[in-house]
C-alpha cells in the first residue's frame, strides 16, 4: 500500500472512532454542544483565557463567543471576571461543575473504546498506543485543543 492509501486507510479509521466517541458521549444526555465541550477542554488545559482568546481558538467573532460564554455561565461551566491588569478585559475560567462535565464526557469516552481495545491482543494495544503517540509527535502544533 502506498502512502497516500495508507493515509485514506488511517483517515476513515479515525473518523469511524471519533463518530464513535462523539456520539457515545454528545448522543447520551450531554449538557453541551460539541463546540461548547472544545471551548470547555481548551480552558481546562489553558487555564484563564480572554474571550477573544478562545474566539480566535474556535475562529468565531468574538460577539459569538460572548454569547455562547454566556450560556455556558448560566448553566455553572465558566466564570468571568475582570482582569486586574486592564478592566476592560474579561477573563473565562473553568468552574468545578465544568471540570466535572469534561471527566464525565472522558468516562464515557473512556469506557467506548475499552470493550474494543480489549479485543486486541496486548502486543496490539502497546503497538497501537505508541504508534499513535508517535504520530501525534510529528503534529504542528501537538498539544492545542
Given at each position: 500500500m502506498n502512502t497516500d492509501a495508507n493515509v485514506d486507510e488511517l483517515l476513515a479509521s479515525l473518523q469511524a472512532l471519533n463518530r464513535h466517541l462523539r456520539s457515545s458521549a454528545f448522543d447520551e444526555g450531554q449538557p453541551l454542544t460539541k463546540v461548547q465541550w472544545l471551548l470547555l477542554r481548551r480552558l481546562q488545559r489553558q487555564g484563564t483565557a480572554t474571550i477573544g482568546q478562545l474566539a480566535a481558538h474556535l475562529d468565531v467573532r468574538a460577539s459569538?463567543?460572548?454569547?455562547?460564554?454566556d450560556r455556558l455561565e448560566r448553566s455553572g461551566f465558566v466564570a468571568?471576571?475582570?482582569d486586574a491588569a486592564d478592566a476592560r478585559v474579561k477573563l473565562v475560567t473553568l468552574t468545578e461543575a465544568g471540570r466535572a462535565t469534561i471527566g464525565r464526557t472522558e468516562n464515557v469516552w473512556r469506557n467506548a473504546l475499552s470493550e474494543p481495545f480489549r479485543r486486541l491482543t496486548a502486543e496490539e494495544r502497546e503497538t497501537l498506543t505508541q504508534l499513535m503517540k508517535k504520530l501525534s509527535e510529528q503534529l504542528p502544533g501537538r498539544g492545542e485543543t
Amino acid at each position: 500500500m502506498n502512502t497516500d492509501a495508507n493515509v485514506d486507510e488511517l483517515l476513515a479509521s479515525l473518523q469511524a472512532l471519533n463518530r464513535h466517541l462523539r456520539s457515545s458521549a454528545f448522543d447520551e444526555g450531554q449538557p453541551l454542544t460539541k463546540v461548547q465541550w472544545l471551548l470547555l477542554r481548551r480552558l481546562q488545559r489553558q487555564g484563564t483565557a480572554t474571550i477573544g482568546q478562545l474566539a480566535a481558538h474556535l475562529d468565531v467573532r468574538a460577539s459569538t463567543m460572548s454569547q455562547m460564554l454566556d450560556r455556558l455561565e448560566r448553566s455553572g461551566f465558566v466564570a468571568r471576571t475582570q482582569d486586574a491588569a486592564d478592566a476592560r478585559v474579561k477573563l473565562v475560567t473553568l468552574t468545578e461543575a465544568g471540570r466535572a462535565t469534561i471527566g464525565r464526557t472522558e468516562n464515557v469516552w473512556r469506557n467506548a473504546l475499552s470493550e474494543p481495545f480489549r479485543r486486541l491482543t496486548a502486543e496490539e494495544r502497546e503497538t497501537l498506543t505508541q504508534l499513535m503517540k508517535k504520530l501525534s509527535e510529528q503534529l504542528p502544533g501537538r498539544g492545542e485543543t
